[in-house]
């Protein structure tokens, strides 16, 4: 275990644990907030601590062969301009209860195809 002394009595750990090169992040009360977990499959991060935000005064670029955002409690995502969502192949949103709102202006539907609304009951103009 090799260790290094940081600013604010932080301390900075590199250990191998099983096969596993860890680098740790310790705070000064010795609790673990980062861990680097280096694997052959490519390096793995954790973050423990009440929240975590990643800032950019420019933008910031996501790029994978599959990403997936999962929240235990909800998810937000807002934008304070525009915002749009492309796929080349299928987009399905599923929940329990779906709403699409237009706070000013049209809701506008286009399709290339038919357009199917099927539900229990439609209600037009209620």
Do not use: W, Y
């Not at 301009?81 to 192949?89: E, F, M, N, Q, R």
């Amino acid at each position: 275990m090799t260790s290094l002394q940081l600013v604010a009595n932080q301390q900075l750990v590199i250990e191998e644990v099983g096969g596993r090169n860890l680098i740790h992040l310790r705070n000064s009360e010795g609790r673990t907030s980062l861990t680097i977990e280096v694997t052959p499959a490519g390096p793995v991060l954790r973050f423990d601590g009440p929240g975590l935000t990643i800032e950019s005064t420019g933008a910031l670029s996501l790029s994978a062969e599959t990403i997936a955002l999962h929240a235990r409690d909800g998810l937000s995502l807002s934008s304070g301009g525009d915002a749009s969502i492309h796929v080349k192949g299928d987009l399905e949103t599923s929940a329990r209860v779906q709403k699409i709102r237009a706070a000013l202006g049209n809701v506008e539907l286009e399709a290339n195809d038919d357009v199917r609304v099927v539900g229990e009951r439609i209600l037009l103009n209620c």
